[in-house]
């Protein structure tokens, strides 16, 4: 039983870091390079003229490192709650985990980087505060449908 619940809290901390990786990536890529919305210090440095657009691009290169290695962590936890061919996982485990881990990256991101330091917003200009809001309701509406999927998989597993 000890060993199962090891495999099932990797298998939890696997998806809580792969959705968070996997949110960060997608804003990285969605919002700051396809839609062009925001870089990372775009409410500090603008970013026009060029060795401004040259710095927020630097740190939109660490911010995507840090999603990378989010997903590597995952990955490596994610193996390890495989690894034992005895252990049968759960793939709504692993779906709401994803989902913590994608509400809580938005949660932890828009708070400290659009409401804390300020550094950027989720779409500048018009209604920024309710681009930022809906980005942090996003987040919570995933982490809690997570979070649900967890304990009715618990509830399952008790009954």
């Known amino acids: 039983m000890d060993k199962n619940h090891n495999q099932l809290g990797n298998l939890i901390v696997a998806g809580i870091l792969l959705g968070m ?4 990536f997608f804003d990285g890529i969605v919002l700051h390079q396809i839609l062009q919305w925001h870089h990372m210090l775009t409410s500090v440095r603008p970013a026009t003229p060029m060795p401004n657009f040259e710095v927020n691009t630097f740190w ?39 989902l913590i881990g994608a509400g809580s990256f938005n949660l932890i991101e828009g708070i400290i980087n659009h409401q804390i330091l300020g550094i950027h917003h989720v779409k500048p200009g018009p209604n920024q505060l309710a681009w930022d809001i809906g980005f942090l309701a996003l987040g919570v509406a995933l982490a809690a449908i997570g979070w649900i999927l967890l304990q009715t998989k618990q509830q399952n597993a008790t009954t």
């Open 21 to 24: 990786g996997a949110a960060g």
């Open 60 to 98: 939109d290169g660490l911010f995507h490192a840090f999603d990378y290695a989010l997903t590597v962590a995952g990955v490596i936890f994610l193996w390890r709650a495989a690894s034992d061919r005895n252990t049968r996982l759960s793939l709504k485990t692993f779906v709401g985990s994803l």
